[in-house]
Structures are given as structure tokens and as C-alpha cells.
């Protein structure tokens, strides 16, 4: 089971941290761990992942260099650090896991529940 928290409202340029903790997951690290994000209207999408070791990321073109994800297996927690946000981030936040690689779809074995960030402009 996914928990994703750390959602909220900011004004643009500013800063959120969010954090999924994986509860009673065993293994943790041998799942590829990220986060993707759906606005309104719109088609859930890929955000970020992370390796298993947490050594590689990978980031969509439209966060590169303003997020950065990590994760810490001996808590079984993900984090995505996001800064300099900007309206158009707006959107719920949902952490996924997969086993060794995350899967840039839905079809991910776990999901977090979701955690709104809204950008005010």
C-alpha cells in the first residue's frame, strides 16, 4: 500500500515536498518507485522514477531541472522535491511502484491514493 502526502497550495515559484510511504512493503527495493501527476480533463502522465539502488532517475521534459526525486529503502519512502512550481503543475500527484522497473502507464502494481498541488498564478 501506497500513502502519498505533501500536497497543497502554493503560488508560483514556490516549493512542495511530497513523500509516498510504502506500508508494509516488503522488498521495497526491488520496486522501481515514481510519481506521475493528472489535471483536470487530462490523461494521467509520467513524472518521475527512480532505480532500485536510487543511483538512476528520469524526469519528463516538462520538470527536468525544476524536480528532483530520491528515495530511502531503509524507510520505504519516495520523495519528489519540486521547486520553482508553475501553474501548470497543478494537478493530483499519485506515486507508483513496480516490481524492478517502473512502468511509464498505468499499469503499475501499486498506486498511492493521490495528493492535490494547486499552483496559483
Known amino acids: 500500500q501506497l500513502q502519498a502526502s505533501g500536497g497543497g497550495l502554493v503560488q508560483a515559484g514556490g516549493c512542495l515536498r511530497l513523500s509516498c510511504a510504502a506500508c508494509g512493503q516488503r522488498a521495497f527495493d526491488n520496486f522501481g518507485v515514481g510519481w506521475f501527476r493528472q489535471a483536470p480533463g487530462k490523461e494521467r502522465e509520467f513524472v518521475a522514477d527512480i532505480s532500485l539502488s536510487g543511483i538512476d532517475t528520469n524526469y519528463a521534459d516538462f520538470v527536468r531541472g525544476r524536480f528532483t526525486i530520491s528515495r530511502d529503502n531503509a524507510k520505504n519512502m519516495v520523495y519528489l522535491q519540486m521547486t520553482d512550481l508553475k501553474a501548470k503543475d497543478t494537478a493530483v500527484h499519485y506515486c507508483?511502484?513496480?516490481?524492478?522497473?517502473?512502468?511509464?502507464?498505468?499499469?503499475?502494481?501499486?498506486w498511492g491514493q493521490g495528493t492535490q498541488v494547486t499552483v496559483s498564478s
Open positions: 507508483a511502484a513496480h516490481w524492478g522497473r517502473l512502468l511509464r502507464t498505468t499499469r503499475n502494481d501499486y
